[in-house]
């Protein structure tokens, strides 16, 4: 049976994989690099999984916090989440994280869920630099809480750099 990537994409799958796969990459990678070039490997997989996406579906709003919800419920389920709008910033917090376990933690140095990070940074990104309509051209974003580190929820912080 041969599944299409844009199927792969769409599914519940493709996320259980990534869960369970996660802490074996991140146990191979640790044998070859070091803890800063792994978070950006994981920021980087989560870039190329969001250029992906939007090779499929791009949001036509510019309204960041509609985007969120609708992109992580797309992409992730219907997970309890929630969505904090700063004058400079925003934050994805995630109660139940799609890709964190509790029940394994390699190095808390490394939170899992970077690559959710990734994802939405390179996603706004790509979606601002095609939409004038976004209140900034360009972000950042880092995990700065995570389950996987031992924190009660993950939080995604997103940094406006260019406005």
């Given at each position: 049976?041969?599944?299409?990537?844009?199927?792969?994409?769409?599914?519940?799958?493709?996320?259980?994989?990534?869960?369970?796969?996660?802490?074996?990459?991140?146990?191979?990678?640790?044998?070859?690099?070091?803890?800063?070039?792994?978070?950006?490997?994981?920021?980087?997989?989560?870039?190329?999984?969001?250029?992906?996406?939007?090779?499929f579906y791009t949001p036509k709003s510019a309204n960041v916090k509609r985007i969120l919800k609708m992109n992580t419920l797309r992409t992730?389920?219907?997970?309890?989440?929630?969505?904090?709008?700063?004058?400079?910033?925003?934050?994805?917090?995630?109660?139940?994280?799609?890709?964190?376990?509790?029940?394994?933690?390699?190095?808390?140095?490394?939170?899992?869920?970077?690559?959710i990070a990734g994802y939405y940074e390179r996603y706004f990104n790509i979606l601002a630099s095609k939409n004038p309509k976004f209140k900034?051209?360009?972000?950042?974003?880092?995990?700065?809480?995570?389950?996987?580190?031992?924190?009660?929820?993950?939080?995604?912080?997103?940094?406006?750099?260019?406005?």
């Open positions: 049976m041969n599944v299409s990537r844009k199927e792969l994409l769409r599914s519940k799958v493709n996320v259980d994989l990534l869960k369970l796969n996660f802490p074996a990459l991140i146990t191979i990678l640790l044998n070859d690099y070091e803890v800063d070039a792994i978070k950006q490997l994981l920021k980087d997989i989560g870039g190329d999984m969001a250029e992906s996406w939007l090779t992730f389920g219907n997970l309890k989440m929630k969505v904090k709008m700063r004058e400079f910033d925003f934050s994805l917090i995630f109660y139940q994280c799609p890709l964190c376990r509790k029940d394994i933690e390699i190095l808390s140095e490394i939170p899992y869920c970077l690559s900034f051209k360009k972000i950042v974003g880092d995990t700065i809480k995570s389950i996987s580190s031992g924190d009660k929820y993950c939080e995604h912080l997103f940094k406006y750099v260019e406005i």
